[in-house]
């Protein structure tokens, strides 16, 4: 029924804004001729009606909207959402003139653990992963799914130093978790320039990945750092 909703919901919003608008027309219509004095009370009853439909609607265009912007498997911010948060963040980093680091997460030799231990313990170490990510963080960081077993992190109003020794401090916690089965992790870390766009960041991060992969459990991080 969900998944219905959501690929029809102009559609259902329209039977329902058809129905509603139908009840109120009869009910206007039915007081207005044989219940005259009641006639106050349906017109108050159904501008009710229309505010609380309106809610509903309202409020199930936002679930569709924030499901839109969720990773399914780890109930992190995909990478949809994480490109229009970076290119908010990065005009306030130009506005204001507050640090912004960014730091890209790689899990080392995933494939292996999938191999080994089966998929659905893969799944189990990413859903995992990413629950360490986000007790490492604040709230208004902004931690997502990148892809595969990949991470990223914004990190606003944050200096390098701090955004390092969390990034490490998540290297650790991995490190530590049995639920992880004995996964490492890399990471480029990156302390934003304030003249960058989006594409900038995430060529720099990625060049800095790469680096990090020579180094198995290893956070490299930019020369601005």
């Keep these: 029924m969900k998944k219905f909703f959501s690929k029809n919901i102009a559609f259902v919003s329209g039977i329902i804004g058809f129905v ?70 990065l005009e306030r980093r130009r506005r204001k003139g507050t640090p912004l680091c960014l730091a890209y997460v790689d899990i080392d030799d995933f494939k292996i653990i999938n191999d080994k231990y089966g998929h659905v ?23 997502a799914r990148w892809g595969g077993d990949e991470f990223v992190v914004i ?22 978790s049995r639920e992880c089965c004995q996964a490492t992790i890399r990471v480029g870390f990156v302390d934003i320039n304030e003249d960058w766009e989006v594409d900038d960041v995430l060529q720099e991060v990625d060049v800095l990945l790469q680096k990090a992969k020579k180094i198995k459990d290893s956070v490299v991080a930019s020369e601005f750092c």
């Design 155 to 176: 990190f606003p109003d944050t200096t390098p130093r701090y955004g390092l020794i969390i990034t490490n401090r998540f290297k650790k916690a991995v490190s530590a």
């Design 20 to 89: 509603v608008a139908a009840i109120v027309c009869l009910l206007h219509n039915y007081s207005y001729a044989y219940l005259p004095e009641a006639y106050e009370f349906v017109v108050v009853a159904s501008i009710m009606l229309l505010s609380v439909v309106g809610i509903f609607i309202g409020r199930s265009f936002e679930k569709l909207q924030k499901a839109a912007m969720v990773d399914d498997l780890t109930q992190l911010w995909n990478k949809r959402y994480f490109n229009i948060r970076l290119a908010e963040e």
């Design 121 to 143: 313990t893969g799944d189990s170490v990413l859903i995992n992963m990413a629950d360490i990510f986000k007790r490492n963080t604040r709230n208004l960081d902004i931690v």
